[in-house]
């Protein structure tokens, strides 16, 4: 069975720090992977996707997602965080063409 | 269109009663899924359609639980004899099927969600 691990569930970052948050998941074949944000009381939002081609994948504001295979990874990473990234971020995993398969997520704080 | 639509947003309900969700997707998707998301986890499988037929159920689907998605349109979700274990966010979701094997603009839109809260 798939299954997405996410290393950190809390991150707190000064506004202007580098933001890497990580992301593996389990299965040996062809995926699609996504990070979706979760901001305070709103619903989930796509930030970026994979599919195939160029391993490092640009989303919406900033942020960016690196696909290395060799380490089942897909790690999401922003060079300069604001207080308005303060959210919640899911990495997920499609393998089949139907279902996500989500990480239990990261809480960032973003201090001003 | 405004994007995917659940109703109620927040239901709180004696243990053992009914309950029925409803889920309006983007009008132009033809596949709708439903998640539960439990605190300090992420959205959770439960099942999936593609048009009006229900493709697949996770396991944590039990008996207790039935969805229909009578006109390939919106969706319900009942749940009946709630528990307290059942106190959960509901998300549904929406996408298209990837065209020509290139699901190059493949993704999921979600909803807001239902809160069920079983007291």
């Known amino acids: 069975a798939q299954s997405v691990s996410q290393h950190n569930h809390h991150v707190i970052l000064s506004e202007a720090a580098s933001l890497e948050l990580g992301c593996n998941y389990s299965?040996?074949?062809?995926?699609?992977l996504f990070w979706y944000v979760q901001y305070p009381g709103q619903h989930l939002q796509l930030l970026l996707k994979?599919?195939?081609?160029?391993?490092l994948v640009k989303g919406i504001k900033g942020f960016e997602a690196e696909f290395i295979k060799s380490k089942f990874s897909f790690n999401l990473r922003k060079p300069s965080v604001q207080w308005s990234d303060t959210a919640e971020y899911f990495c997920?995993?499609?393998?089949?063409?139907?279902?996500?398969?989500f990480g239990a997520g990261t809480i960032l704080r973003v201090k001003s | 269109d405004t994007g995917v639509s659940q109703d109620p947003r927040h239901k709180i309900t004696k243990r053992g009663q009914n309950v029925t969700f409803r889920c309006d997707p983007i009008?132009?998707?033809?596949?709708l899924y439903w998640y539960r998301q439990t605190l300090g986890q992420g959205p959770e499988f439960l099942t999936y359609?593609?048009?009006?037929?229900?493709?697949?159920k996770s396991r944590l689907l039990s008996d207790r639980f039935s969805a229909e998605r009578p006109k390939g349109s919106f969706s319900t979700l009942e749940i009946q004899r709630t528990e307290q274990g059942d106190s959960a966010m509901y998300l549904c979701?929406?996408?298209?099927?990837?065209?020509?094997?290139?699901?190059?603009?493949?993704?999921?839109?979600f909803g807001s969600g239902t809160r069920l809260t079983v007291v």
């Open positions: 994979y599919f195939s081609g160029d391993p």
């Open positions: 359609f593609q048009n009006e037929a229900q493709l697949e």
């Open positions: 997920a995993v499609n393998a089949y063409g139907n279902k996500l398969v």
């Open positions: 299965y040996g074949g062809t995926v699609n």
């Open positions: 009008s132009e998707h033809n596949r």
């Open positions: 979701a929406s996408s298209s099927t990837p065209r020509g094997g290139k699901p190059s603009n493949y993704g999921y839109t």
